[in-house]
Protein backbone atom coordinates (compact mmCIF):
# COMPACT_ATOMS: atom_id res chain seq x y z
CA UNK A 1 0.00 0.00 0.00
CA UNK A 2 1.34 3.42 -0.62
CA UNK A 3 1.12 6.19 1.39
CA UNK A 4 1.41 10.27 0.89
CA UNK A 5 2.14 12.00 3.67
CA UNK A 6 0.94 8.59 5.60
CA UNK A 7 -2.59 8.96 3.99
CA UNK A 8 -4.17 6.49 1.90
CA UNK A 9 -5.09 8.07 -1.87
CA UNK A 10 -5.38 11.95 -0.11
CA UNK A 11 -7.44 14.42 -2.16
CA UNK A 12 -5.55 17.36 -3.38
CA UNK A 13 -7.56 20.56 -3.83
CA UNK A 14 -6.49 22.71 -6.99
CA UNK A 15 -8.07 26.15 -8.37
CA UNK A 16 -9.25 26.87 -11.80
CA UNK A 17 -6.14 28.00 -13.72
CA UNK A 18 -3.44 27.77 -10.36
CA UNK A 19 -0.17 26.41 -10.40
CA UNK A 20 0.95 24.46 -7.51
CA UNK A 21 4.45 23.14 -7.01
CA UNK A 22 4.96 19.72 -5.25
CA UNK A 23 7.58 18.49 -3.82
CA UNK A 24 8.05 14.41 -4.80
CA UNK A 25 10.01 12.92 -2.17
CA UNK A 26 10.13 8.61 -3.07
CA UNK A 27 10.91 7.46 0.76
CA UNK A 28 9.66 4.29 0.10
CA UNK A 29 12.26 1.48 1.34
CA UNK A 30 12.65 0.05 -1.83
CA UNK A 31 9.63 0.61 -4.80
CA UNK A 32 10.35 2.61 -8.31
CA UNK A 33 7.57 5.23 -8.33
CA UNK A 34 6.52 5.72 -12.27
CA UNK A 35 4.07 8.89 -11.70
CA UNK A 36 1.50 10.47 -14.11
CA UNK A 37 -1.16 12.46 -13.11
CA UNK A 38 -3.86 12.25 -15.88
CA UNK A 39 -4.58 14.67 -18.11
CA UNK A 40 -1.63 17.03 -16.70
CA UNK A 41 1.79 17.37 -17.33
CA UNK A 42 4.52 17.58 -14.53
CA UNK A 43 6.62 20.33 -15.52
CA UNK A 44 10.03 19.76 -13.30
CA UNK A 45 12.16 22.04 -12.25
CA UNK A 46 14.33 20.62 -9.77
CA UNK A 47 15.57 16.98 -8.83
CA UNK A 48 16.84 15.61 -5.72
CA UNK A 49 16.56 19.60 -4.65
CA UNK A 50 18.77 20.71 -7.42
CA UNK A 51 17.13 23.25 -10.13
CA UNK A 52 17.78 22.08 -13.33
CA UNK A 53 17.74 24.77 -14.98
CA UNK A 54 14.96 24.78 -17.61
CA UNK A 55 11.69 23.14 -16.76
CA UNK A 56 11.50 19.55 -18.29
CA UNK A 57 7.84 19.32 -19.20
CA UNK A 58 6.70 14.54 -18.74
CA UNK A 59 3.54 15.03 -20.44
CA UNK A 60 0.29 12.91 -19.73
CA UNK A 61 0.86 9.91 -20.47
CA UNK A 62 4.85 9.29 -19.68
CA UNK A 63 6.19 8.68 -16.41
CA UNK A 64 7.83 10.13 -13.97
CA UNK A 65 10.61 8.24 -12.60
CA UNK A 66 11.79 8.18 -8.79
CA UNK A 67 14.24 5.70 -7.47
CA UNK A 68 13.93 5.39 -4.06
CA UNK A 69 15.72 8.29 -2.42
CA UNK A 70 15.11 10.63 -5.11
CA UNK A 71 13.24 13.94 -5.28
CA UNK A 72 11.57 15.77 -7.56
CA UNK A 73 10.18 19.28 -7.98
CA UNK A 74 7.24 19.59 -9.92
CA UNK A 75 4.51 22.14 -11.38
CA UNK A 76 1.23 21.13 -11.77
CA UNK A 77 -1.10 23.71 -13.52
CA UNK A 78 -4.53 23.06 -13.43
CA UNK A 79 -7.15 23.90 -16.15
CA UNK A 80 -8.25 27.50 -16.48
CA UNK A 81 -11.14 26.52 -18.50
CA UNK A 82 -13.98 24.10 -17.10
CA UNK A 83 -17.11 23.85 -18.47
CA UNK A 84 -20.06 25.17 -15.93
CA UNK A 85 -16.86 25.59 -13.54
CA UNK A 86 -16.33 21.88 -13.46
CA UNK A 87 -13.37 20.26 -14.25
CA UNK A 88 -13.18 16.34 -13.84
CA UNK A 89 -10.96 14.90 -11.10
CA UNK A 90 -8.30 13.44 -12.21
CA UNK A 91 -5.94 10.63 -10.61
CA UNK A 92 -2.10 10.75 -9.69
CA UNK A 93 -0.85 7.37 -10.14
CA UNK A 94 1.74 4.65 -10.04
CA UNK A 95 2.74 2.09 -13.02
CA UNK A 96 -0.38 3.15 -14.32
CA UNK A 97 -2.12 0.86 -11.88
CA UNK A 98 -2.34 2.42 -8.88
CA UNK A 99 -4.08 5.35 -7.71
CA UNK A 100 -2.36 7.33 -5.10
CA UNK A 101 -3.92 10.64 -4.88
CA UNK A 102 -7.07 12.11 -6.52
CA UNK A 103 -6.61 15.87 -8.00
CA UNK A 104 -10.01 17.68 -7.65
CA UNK A 105 -10.28 21.13 -9.37
CA UNK A 106 -12.29 24.04 -7.22
CA UNK A 107 -13.33 27.65 -9.15
CA UNK A 108 -12.23 30.48 -7.84
CA UNK A 109 -8.74 30.11 -9.09
CA UNK A 110 -6.03 33.02 -10.18
CA UNK A 111 -4.95 31.89 -13.41
CA UNK A 112 -1.45 31.91 -13.40
CA UNK A 113 1.34 31.20 -16.32
CA UNK A 114 4.15 28.71 -15.90
CA UNK A 115 7.92 29.43 -15.62
CA UNK A 116 9.76 29.86 -18.64
CA UNK A 117 13.12 27.40 -19.17
CA UNK A 118 14.80 31.06 -19.70
CA UNK A 119 13.44 32.34 -16.54
CA UNK A 120 14.54 28.93 -14.73
CA UNK A 121 18.18 29.37 -16.05
CA UNK A 122 19.04 31.43 -13.85
CA UNK A 123 18.39 28.89 -10.44
CA UNK A 124 20.33 26.18 -12.17
CA UNK A 125 21.81 24.87 -8.75
CA UNK A 126 25.35 23.60 -10.32
CA UNK A 127 27.08 24.54 -13.01
CA UNK A 128 28.04 21.28 -15.11
CA UNK A 129 31.74 19.91 -14.79
CA UNK A 130 33.64 19.85 -17.54
CA UNK A 131 34.00 16.44 -17.70
CA UNK A 132 37.28 16.40 -19.88
CA UNK A 133 39.23 16.89 -16.78
CA UNK A 134 38.67 13.85 -14.80
CA UNK A 135 41.47 13.43 -12.38
CA UNK A 136 40.73 10.60 -10.87
CA UNK A 137 38.31 7.67 -11.55
CA UNK A 138 36.79 4.87 -9.17
CA UNK A 139 35.01 1.90 -9.70
CA UNK A 140 32.04 0.60 -7.72
CA UNK A 141 30.65 -2.88 -8.24
CA UNK A 142 27.15 -3.40 -6.74
CA UNK A 143 26.97 -7.12 -5.49
CA UNK A 144 24.47 -9.07 -3.68
CA UNK A 145 26.37 -11.94 -3.39
CA UNK A 146 30.65 -13.42 -3.48
CA UNK A 147 30.93 -10.81 -0.62
CA UNK A 148 34.04 -11.11 2.00
CA UNK A 149 30.93 -11.61 4.56
CA UNK A 150 28.83 -14.31 3.67
CA UNK A 151 25.57 -13.71 3.06
CA UNK A 152 25.85 -10.27 3.31
CA UNK A 153 25.84 -7.69 0.65
CA UNK A 154 28.74 -5.40 -0.51
CA UNK A 155 30.39 -3.26 -3.06
CA UNK A 156 33.45 -4.19 -4.22
CA UNK A 157 33.80 -7.35 -2.73
CA UNK A 158 33.48 -5.51 0.18
CA UNK A 159 31.19 -5.83 2.87
CA UNK A 160 30.50 -2.10 4.98
CA UNK A 161 32.95 -1.68 7.76
CA UNK A 162 33.82 1.51 8.75
CA UNK A 163 37.65 1.34 8.89
CA UNK A 164 37.68 0.55 4.68
CA UNK A 165 38.03 3.94 3.33
CA UNK A 166 38.03 4.94 -0.34
CA UNK A 167 40.04 7.92 -0.67
CA UNK A 168 38.80 11.22 -2.86
CA UNK A 169 40.68 13.99 -3.97
CA UNK A 170 39.41 17.31 -2.90
CA UNK A 171 38.51 20.29 -5.49
CA UNK A 172 39.16 18.11 -8.22
CA UNK A 173 37.33 16.24 -10.65
CA UNK A 174 36.14 12.74 -10.00
CA UNK A 175 34.41 9.87 -12.49
CA UNK A 176 32.46 7.09 -10.59
CA UNK A 177 32.00 4.35 -13.39
CA UNK A 178 28.76 2.11 -11.49
CA UNK A 179 27.88 -0.91 -12.45
CA UNK A 180 25.87 -4.47 -11.02
CA UNK A 181 26.29 -7.72 -10.98
CA UNK A 182 22.65 -8.89 -11.85
CA UNK A 183 20.05 -6.58 -10.61
CA UNK A 184 18.98 -3.38 -10.22
CA UNK A 185 20.72 -1.05 -7.44
CA UNK A 186 20.25 2.77 -6.52
CA UNK A 187 23.32 4.67 -6.29
CA UNK A 188 23.39 7.35 -3.95
CA UNK A 189 26.16 9.54 -2.52
CA UNK A 190 26.11 11.55 1.16
CA UNK A 191 27.03 15.07 1.00
CA UNK A 192 28.49 16.37 -2.55
CA UNK A 193 25.86 15.59 -5.33
CA UNK A 194 27.26 14.38 -8.71
CA UNK A 195 26.45 15.67 -12.87
CA UNK A 196 25.25 12.79 -15.24
CA UNK A 197 23.27 11.91 -17.97
CA UNK A 198 19.59 10.75 -18.17
CA UNK A 199 17.24 10.50 -21.53
CA UNK A 200 15.18 13.20 -20.94
CA UNK A 201 10.93 13.42 -21.40
CA UNK A 202 11.69 14.10 -24.79
CA UNK A 203 13.57 11.32 -25.27
CA UNK A 204 17.20 13.02 -25.79
CA UNK A 205 20.16 12.65 -23.48
CA UNK A 206 20.45 15.09 -20.61
CA UNK A 207 22.75 16.32 -18.42
CA UNK A 208 21.69 16.45 -15.06
CA UNK A 209 22.87 16.88 -11.09
CA UNK A 210 21.54 13.96 -8.36
CA UNK A 211 22.40 12.96 -5.25
CA UNK A 212 20.67 9.27 -6.15
CA UNK A 213 20.25 6.81 -9.18
CA UNK A 214 19.76 3.74 -10.91
CA UNK A 215 22.64 1.31 -11.68
CA UNK A 216 20.58 -0.78 -13.94
CA UNK A 217 20.70 -4.39 -14.09
CA UNK A 218 23.17 -4.99 -17.58
CA UNK A 219 25.66 -2.12 -16.84
CA UNK A 220 28.76 -3.85 -16.67
CA UNK A 221 32.19 -2.94 -15.86
CA UNK A 222 32.69 -2.40 -19.66
CA UNK A 223 29.07 -0.24 -19.83
CA UNK A 224 29.06 0.72 -16.93
CA UNK A 225 26.59 4.18 -15.32
CA UNK A 226 29.04 7.20 -14.96
CA UNK A 227 28.67 10.12 -12.78
CA UNK A 228 31.14 13.22 -12.27
CA UNK A 229 32.05 15.06 -9.14
CA UNK A 230 34.02 18.27 -8.17
CA UNK A 231 34.57 17.64 -4.41
CA UNK A 232 34.83 21.44 -3.54
CA UNK A 233 35.45 22.96 0.31
CA UNK A 234 34.30 19.84 2.65
CA UNK A 235 36.79 17.70 3.10
CA UNK A 236 35.90 14.78 5.51
CA UNK A 237 34.61 11.31 5.56
CA UNK A 238 31.50 9.86 4.25
CA UNK A 239 29.46 7.18 2.56
CA UNK A 240 27.89 6.11 -0.29
CA UNK A 241 25.40 2.94 -0.59
CA UNK A 242 22.68 1.33 -2.52
CA UNK A 243 19.41 3.62 -1.42
CA UNK A 244 17.62 0.21 -1.16
CA UNK A 245 17.15 -0.12 2.14
CA UNK A 246 17.55 -3.59 2.47
CA UNK A 247 20.69 -3.64 0.47
CA UNK A 248 21.88 -1.01 2.48
CA UNK A 249 21.27 -2.62 5.61
CA UNK A 250 22.54 -5.67 4.43
CA UNK A 251 26.27 -3.91 3.94
CA UNK A 252 26.19 -2.67 0.16
CA UNK A 253 27.88 0.76 1.77
CA UNK A 254 31.45 2.23 1.20
CA UNK A 255 32.90 4.76 3.41
CA UNK A 256 34.88 7.77 1.63
CA UNK A 257 37.21 10.24 2.76
CA UNK A 258 37.67 13.36 0.71
CA UNK A 259 40.70 15.11 1.12
CA UNK B 1 28.60 22.52 -0.32
CA UNK B 2 26.82 20.44 2.16
CA UNK B 3 23.35 22.14 2.87
CA UNK B 4 23.59 24.04 -0.59
CA UNK B 5 21.50 20.81 -1.83
CA UNK B 6 18.79 21.38 0.34
CA UNK B 7 17.08 23.77 -1.59
CA UNK B 8 16.28 26.97 0.66
CA UNK B 9 14.80 29.32 -1.58
CA UNK B 10 15.05 32.99 -1.07
CA UNK B 11 11.48 34.37 -2.58
CA UNK B 12 13.16 37.34 -3.59
CA UNK B 13 15.53 35.70 -6.00
CA UNK B 14 12.48 33.45 -7.55
CA UNK B 15 10.91 34.65 -10.77
CA UNK B 16 7.18 35.48 -10.36
CA UNK B 17 5.82 31.77 -11.90
CA UNK B 18 7.70 30.08 -9.01
CA UNK B 19 6.21 32.39 -6.48
CA UNK B 20 3.40 29.55 -5.56
CA UNK B 21 1.77 27.25 -3.14
CA UNK B 22 3.46 23.73 -2.28
CA UNK B 23 3.04 20.51 -1.54
CA UNK B 24 5.89 18.79 -0.27
CA UNK B 25 4.53 15.19 -1.39
CA UNK B 26 6.75 12.47 0.62
CA UNK B 27 5.29 8.92 -1.02
CA UNK B 28 5.60 6.34 1.50
CA UNK B 29 5.13 1.99 0.87
CA UNK B 30 3.64 -0.38 3.70
CA UNK B 31 3.72 -3.70 2.69
CA UNK B 32 -0.32 -4.38 3.64
CA UNK B 33 -3.63 -3.97 1.86
CA UNK B 34 -5.64 -0.73 2.64
CA UNK B 35 -9.33 -1.41 3.89
CA UNK B 36 -11.79 1.12 3.69
CA UNK B 37 -13.13 0.65 6.88
CA UNK B 38 -9.78 1.88 8.89
CA UNK B 39 -8.74 5.04 6.22
CA UNK B 40 -10.86 7.93 6.30
CA UNK B 41 -9.73 9.12 1.93
CA UNK B 42 -11.36 12.17 2.13
CA UNK B 43 -8.87 14.37 4.22
CA UNK B 44 -6.80 16.93 2.43
CA UNK B 45 -2.93 16.83 2.36
CA UNK B 46 -1.60 19.32 5.03
CA UNK B 47 1.02 21.48 4.92
CA UNK B 48 0.53 23.85 1.65
CA UNK B 49 1.93 27.22 2.81
CA UNK B 50 3.27 30.03 0.20
CA UNK B 51 6.68 29.83 -1.01
CA UNK B 52 6.66 33.31 -0.64
CA UNK B 53 7.03 32.69 3.26
CA UNK B 54 10.35 31.28 2.23
CA UNK B 55 12.10 28.34 3.79
CA UNK B 56 10.55 26.26 1.21
CA UNK B 57 13.34 23.09 2.15
CA UNK B 58 13.16 19.63 0.13
CA UNK B 59 13.72 16.45 1.77
CA UNK B 60 16.09 13.89 3.45
CA UNK B 61 19.45 12.76 2.14
CU1 LIG C 1 20.85 -2.41 -4.07
Redesign the pocket.
Known amino acids: MTLINGQVTPKITLHQGEVLRWRLVNATPFRTLNLKLGTLALNEIAVDGMYLGTVDIWPAGKALTLQPGNRSDVLVQAPANCSNNQCPPINLTNNDNEVIATVEFVAGGNPMPLPTSAEMAPLKTWNNIDTSLVYTSEPAQ ?1 QEENCNVQDDMCINGITFNADTVTKLPLNKTQLWNLWTLDKD ?2 FHIHVNPFQTVRTGPDGGQETVWMDTMLVPKGSTQDKPVQAWTTYENIPGKAVFH ?1 H ?1 LP ?1 EDDG ?1 MHAIQIE | MEGTLIVDDDPAQLPDALKVKENILVVQYVPIQATTSTVDEKITVPSIRSAASGNGKTANR
Open positions: FHVCIHM
